[in-house]
């Protein structure tokens, strides 16, 4: 039961805890329905606490206690006090130490939500992050206590033969009724989030990594016995992540094993857990048939997310959880380099960066728009946004632009030492930025508490006279006092070579970094004999909106000229973008469509030269996603942006066909099993001209198609070719989906996909499709992966069939987060999102998504999660 207005938490009430816990020892009895728990904890009152008040309060949920001791001596139920959240005994012992032992019993079983010890396929195990400990037992479940665990794991043979937990293995043994037992024990204090125990019939994959300091690793990941043969690609990305963060951060891993789990249901994509990281299979396993070049990079970039997590957030952990993104911008943006690293920087950079604009910013620009550290929450759950994730991660990029690669190393290198072993804030992170490199970053420090996206206008005027070109940049935000914005620049003369850039006295460079630290400034660029084009914000140097009144020529031409990789991608996209805006128009007003020609031979120069990065050559030729263009106007018309953004495409293959085939037929080759970078870019380059393709319709096409379908040896091949022939006229399409499937049911990732393709089709019969791939009998509400395949992807991903003007996409988008609400109110509040955003919409649909809204708020027993997200977006 829920109170009907759950409480909020705010972060300038955070208070120091009362009590200290040293040290934790586990016994847990596994059983499905039944598990024992007995809690050991040897704690203090905290000598860093003033409070009054002397009551122990320790949370916990859904949990049957059995007995508490206090110093071995039982306590009566006069002693405690205890509600369906809390334990809370009046009376502790005021001396040094003293010990408490609770024994519980959990159900499991019963766990829907997935939060705290659940079972998955038959496999225990836990999620403990942000609260989930507190429904294994009752503790102080918050980040800033840190103790040691030893756990003793016991279970039956044959259902559990392998028992893990974190730490190293340190004792294990036989017991009657055909038991066993494991004692685990991790030598580095943990705030209890970090917790976790895995127990199953899992195989094992095994390796080693040596350190830099000589130490051997044992490294092992654990899968049910079919997925054996996919954990190759996530072993070899493990040694690299270890690799890179020795050679890049210094960073060493502490422990002498390292143990990765891959589990079918998992809320998140993957968690940090000391030495014991439990992974969503998404994210562990691939071979060339069953997944993407796509998965591969996730797979590649989430293992190394989670191994950067052992410092930080493991090693150094947050305070509370308003300081969420202290661990996760930081990881993020580690990651991000990570990939940059062992891939291609530009490509990586694009992609992030789509990421960020097209969804972040809305969330930004959103009701539910907060900090990077928010300031009060009703359910932490709903604050894993990408405000922190990944937002947090370009603030922390700002500073590496800002201090330099070896200033921020430095930096990095004073928080690691002063901090470790500590449960530190964001600002701490700052501060060891600032004193390392001896420099002020009070006013950067304003980014952690502004919201929404700032905005900068940008005016130029060049004087031919002087030489001088004068750029006068202007920002906006709801910060009181200005940012500081380092706004990366460069100049391109009319040849397309490189102006140097003389600010004032300065030295001429290439490149500058311009420090935006006022709400208007003016730069004055010197000794200029031509007037130079402007490629402004370099690499996205700062998460913000630029305007620039910029004409669609110069835009053409740095598409074709710009040395910044990011920019270059960014000129084709604006001008792709203002073409579409203008047809959008033409769509309302009931005019007729022509394609400006500027666009067919921007993209006709692109592809007459030779590129060496075919990644990146095909994002070139990408144009700008529905919902990026979504995020640009004033009130969103799905129809319009999906009408002229097909209009575009269709024409650009219609005049660019010859073009497009023949970089098809050149680049066709069969590679499965190659995950170079020049494979991969081959695969990419095709598939975007198969795609162009199939936008002419003809039986050429089609049978281009359906050919690649049937005899691709690898996932890219196989569904960039499903998806082509499911989202036009092909003939086969039925046919296909139902070979598809066969081939491979026994996938559950795989078959994921064919239900993400399915529900993420534009066609018109999407909707009947959606509704009947409910009823599949491989469909099923508990499994989130499929819940985000099949509901997620529709409502998330599709905007013209889910936002369709009936509003048949938003009831049944309410039905379903009504039906997950006691299921899985974390995997239901995701699923609220695309109902909140409103306000962007057209009259007509805003009532219906509201009355959807509404209808949510009726539900019996809502969730905090489902609640904060509904309420907040109804306000
Ligand atoms: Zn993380």
Redesign the pocket.
């Known amino acids: 039961m829920r109170n009907p207005s759950p409480q909020t938490i705010y972060l300038k009430e955070y208070r120091v805890p009362d009590y200290l816990i040293h040290s934790v020892e586990l016994n847990i009895v596994l059983d499905e329905e039944n598990t024992r728990v007995v809690s050991k904890l040897t704690m203090e009152r905290n000598p860093d606490c003033d409070s009054e008040n002397i009551a122990l309060d320790l949370v916990g949920e859904q949990l049957e206690l059995v007995s508490i001791a206090l110093d071995g001596k039982a306590l009566g139920d006069k002693n405690y006090t205890l509600s369906p959240e809390s334990l809370t005994i009046a009376q502790p012992p005021q001396k040094q130490v003293f010990m408490l032992a609770i024994e519980n019993s959990i159900n499991p079983k019963a766990n829907t939500a997935l939060e705290g010890l659940y079972l998955s396929n038959g496999m225990l195990c836990t999620q403990c992050e942000a609260e989930g400990f507190r429904k294994i037992t009752y503790y102080l479940d918050r980040p800033d206590v840190m103790a040691k665990f030893t756990t003793t794991l016991i279970g039956d043979k044959d259902k559990y033969p392998v028992l893990l937990s974190n730490g190293n293995k340190v004792a294990t043994g036989e017991l009657k009724n055909n038991r066993h037992w494991v004692t685990w024990e991790d030598p580095f204090a943990k705030p209890c989030y970090l917790f976790a125990l895995v127990a199953g019939q899992l195989e094992i994959i095994e390796d080693k990594f040596t350190t830099l300091s000589e130490r051997e690793i044992d490294l092992q990941i654990f899968v049910e016995a079919h997925d054996k043969d996919k954990c190759g690609h996530a072993m070899k990305s493990l040694k690299d992540a270890m690799t890179w963060d020795e050679k890049v951060y210094g960073r060493e891993y502490d422990l002498d094993l390292y143990m990765i789990v891959a589990v079918s249901h998992f809320n998140m994509g993957a968690m940090?857990n000391k030495g014991l990281n439990v992974f969503n299979t998404k994210f562990v396993l691939a071979s060339p048939d069953t997944a993407s070049d796509h998965d591969y990079e996730n797979i590649g970039g989430v293992i190394a997310?989670?191994y950067f997590?052992n410092w930080t957030?493991n090693r150094i952990t947050c305070r509370d959880w308003f300081q969420l993104s202290l661990?996760?911008g930081f990881?993020?943006f580690r990651d991000q380099e990570f990939t940059a690293d062992h891939t291609s920087r530009g490509v990586k950079r694009i992609e992030d960066v789509d990421l960020l604009r097209t969804r972040q910013f809305a969330e930004d620009a959103g009701p539910l728009s907060h900090p990077i550290r928010p300031e009060a929450y009703i359910e932490i759950n709903n604050f894993y946004t990408l405000t922190v994730?990944e937002k947090g991660a370009e603030v922390v990029r700002m500073l590496h632009t800002l201090l330099g690669a070896e200033g921020f190393r430095t930096g990095s290198d004073l928080y690691f030492q002063r901090h470790d072993g500590q449960a530190v804030t964001c600002d701490d992170f700052v501060n060891a930025m600032a004193a390392a490199n001896d420099v002020d970053l009070s006013q950067f420090k304003r980014w952690y508490s502004q919201a929404g996206t700032p905005v900068i206008n940008a005016s130029q005027h060049y004087d031919e006279a002087s030489q001088t070109l004068t750029l006068v940049l202007e920002q906006q935000s709801s910060s009181p006092e200005p940012l500081q914005i380092p706004v990366k620049t460069g100049l391109v003369n009319k040849d397309g070579s490189v102006a140097s850039i003389r600010l004032d006295d300065e030295a001429a460079a290439n490149e500058i970094t311009l420090q935006l630290t006022e709400d208007k400034q003016s730069f004055v660029f010197k000794d200029l004999p031509q007037k130079p084009v402007v490629s402004l914000l370099r690499g996205f140097s700062a998460p913000v909106k630029l305007n620039m009144s910029q004409s669609l020529e110069e835009l053409a031409f740095l598409l074709s000229y710009d040395s910044d990789p990011f920019n270059r991608w960014e000129a084709g996209q604006k001008l792709a973008s203002e073409i579409i805006f203008s047809l959008i128009e033409d769509i309302q007003q009931g005019r007729s469509l022509t394609l400006n020609p500027i666009l067919i031979e921007a993209f006709d120069n692109v592809l007459a030269q030779d590129w060496d990065d075919l990644s990146y050559f095909s994002l070139l030729l990408a144009l700008p996603d529905e919902g990026y263009l979504a995020e640009q106007m004033k009130v969103v018309d799905v129809d319009a942006i999906h009408e002229a953004r097909e209009y575009v495409k269709t024409k650009l293959a219609d005049n660019l066909q010859l073009h497009f085939s023949s970089l098809y037929q050149s680049h066709h080759k069969d590679e499965s099993g190659c995950f170079g970078k020049d494979a991969i870019g081959r695969r990419r380059i095709k598939n975007t001209c198969l795609s162009y393709l199939s936008k002419l319709e003809t039986q050429e096409n089609h049978h281009l198609a359906q050919t690649q379908f049937q005899d691709a040896g690898n996932m890219t091949d196989q569904i960039a070719a499903l998806n082509v022939i499911l989202n036009s006229g092909h003939p086969a399409k039925a046919e296909s989906l139902e070979s598809f499937y066969q081939q491979w049911q026994d996938e559950a990732l795989v078959i994921d996909k064919w239900f993400g393709l399915q529900a993420c089709s534009p066609m018109p019969d999407t909707f009947a499709r959606v509704q009947a791939l409910m009823q599949h009998p491989a469909f099923d509400l508990k499994t989130p992966n499929r819940v985000r395949s099949l509901i997620g992807a529709f409502s998330q991903s599709n905007p013209v069939r889910y936002h369709a003007a009936n509003g048949e996409g938003y009831q049944f988008l309410a039905d379903q987060v009504i039906a997950l609400n006691e299921l899985n109110p974390q995997v239901a509040s995701r699923m609220v999102t695309p109902l909140t955003g409103w306000r962007r919409f057209d009259e007509a649909r805003q009532d219906l998504m509201k009355a959807q809204l509404e209808r949510i708020m009726q539900t019996e027993n809502i969730s905090k999660d489902v609640y904060e997200l509904a309420s907040k977006s109804l306000a």
């Open positions: 940090e997310h989670e997590h957030g661990k996760e990881t993020v994730y």
